[in-house]
């Protein structure tokens, strides 16, 4: 696994625009895993080299 100085960074611009595909609420961005997170849903969107991954089934569902 990467260690944060070396993942790619998804544009902040793009993550001011994106919101969740479910609920259509804002997502908070966890650098620290490299995710999306969606209170609202309880799902949490992976970013793979520096795209987020807006598919639900490939969401990791929160506790």
């Given at each position: ?10 544009d902040p ?23 999306l997170v ?26």
């Amino acid at each position: 696994m990467t260690d944060e100085t070396t993942r790619p960074r998804p544009d902040p611009k793009l993550l001011e625009l994106l919101v969740c595909p479910l609920t259509k609420t804002v997502l908070r961005y966890d650098p620290e895993r490299a995710e999306l997170v969606s209170v609202a849903a309880k799902l949490a969107y992976p970013i793979r080299d520096g795209i987020p991954i807006m598919l639900p089934s490939e969401a990791r569902e929160l506790d």
